[in-house]
């Protein structure tokens, strides 16, 4: 029996290819964490196609739900509020997940929250600790690499993007030209312990001085010309003798260097005295010690997600709902329902 105060939310999160249902007790106690990885489905193609991603969806949501209430121990009318990304992401994998949620919260006449999925990969350091405002976000996962100027949990500033490639992209984009395979960042942090970080100086890709931008591009083409020689093309086979070991460390530490300093830029910038991390990029165990090193020596407290809740997971959409009912518990609630739904049906991006 759930005692009326506890708000028990269940998240849902098809934006690309995982199929994740999670619930969460009060925005901090994780009842339930399923997720389906479609990465088999994928590999052979070396990156994501969407309509593989939907029809897996469409098959896997249901038992992943069956699965995720069984393990948090509730029925399905035990829930409070249904929580679903909405934005951004493949539009047809989104639909899976949207058209799920929207039947369960008008089954169980139960508010919807939309979740921005940018938004819930910084949000889900909140589940394991007590966040400090305001702070730099920096997000870096296979589709953005965008830093954010967080000034209390639903409120924020977009202040820096990437322009072309985002940082988990450039690693599955070597990792595909080297024939290593999908997704490229895990295999190229396993790769490069063994090599040299320092054998090759890979560029930086800082747009501008001035700018919080970035750019992943041209590392990724330097590092297309180092391994098959200038004028190459994607089928152009990599020259024989090369050290991948060095090249993965090389290609690795001038992303991580890249990361570091447009946050270190955009902290001075703000005067901010925290940073926070988000995203599948974010368990890259480089990445983490380097930027410890970082904020040791600026004195600036750094925040990382769970290393489990790095990469794409529904407890970051059941935590957040439960700060968005919070905010929004002040209306009444036939309208907070009637917005919710018009938010929830407004998705492409
Ligand atoms: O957040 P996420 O699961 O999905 C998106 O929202 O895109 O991030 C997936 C990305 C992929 O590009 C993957 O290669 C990268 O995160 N990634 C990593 C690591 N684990 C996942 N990149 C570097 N090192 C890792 N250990
Ligand atoms: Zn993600």
Redesign the pocket.
């Known amino acids: 029996m759930m005692k009326s105060r506890t708000f028990i939310s269940l998240g849902i999160e098809t934006?690309?290819d995982?199929t994740a249902i999670s619930v969460v007790q009060n925005g901090k106690k994780i009842l339930s964490d399923e997720v389906l990885s479609q990465v088999d489905l994928h590999s052979v193609y070396g990156g994501v196609v969407p309509e593989i991603a939907c029809r897996a969806h469409i098959e896997s949501i249901l038992p992943t739900l069956i699965e995720a209430l069984k393990d948090a121990g509730i029925k399905l009318s035990d829930i409070s509020a249904v929580a679903v990304t909405n934005r951004p992401g493949l539009i047809g994998a989104l639909l899976v997940g949207v058209s799920v949620a929207k039947t369960i919260a008008w089954l169980l006449k139960k508010p919807l929250i939309p979740i921005n999925?940018i938004e819930s990969?910084l949000y889900v350091n909140n589940v394991a600790q007590d966040l400090s405002y305001p702070y730099v976000g920096l997000v870096v996962?296979?589709?953005?690499t965008t830093l954010f100027w967080v000034q209390s949990p639903l409120s924020y500033r977009v202040i820096g993007r990437t322009r072309d490639d985002a940082a988990?992209?450039s690693?599955?984009k070597v990792a595909k030209m080297l024939g290593l395979g999908y997704?490229?960042?895990?295999i190229?942090?396993k790769i490069a312990k063994k090599g040299n970080s320092e054998a090759i100086r890979f560029p930086r890709g800082f747009v501008s001085p001035e700018s919080l931008d970035f750019s992943f591009s041209g590392l990724k083409t330097s590092v297309l010309y180092y391994c098959k020689g200038q004028n190459a093309s994607a089928k152009t086979p990599i020259k024989k003798g090369l050290n991948i070991q060095d090249i993965c460390a090389s290609f690795q530490e001038a992303v991580v260097d890249t990361l570091i300093q447009k946050t270190l830029q955009a902290v001075r910038h703000k005067k901010a005295s925290a940073i926070v991390l988000g995203?599948?990029?974010s368990?890259?165990e480089h990445l983490r010690s380097k930027f410890q090193i970082a904020a040791e020596k600026e004195n600036i407290r750094l925040y990382l997600p769970l290393k489990k809740l790095?990469?794409?997971n529904a407890v970051m959409v059941a935590a957040m709902a439960y700060e968005k009912y919070k905010k929004l518990k002040g209306f009444k609630s036939s309208m907070v329902q009637k917005s919710l739904y018009l938010d929830a049906f407004s998705m492409a991006e």
Do not use: A, K, L
């Not at 997704?183 to 895990?186: K, L, M």
């Open positions: 934006s690309c995982e999925h990969h996962s296979g589709g953005h988990g992209e690693f599955d997704p490229g960042g895990p190229i942090e995203g599948g990029v368990c890259n790095c990469t794409d």
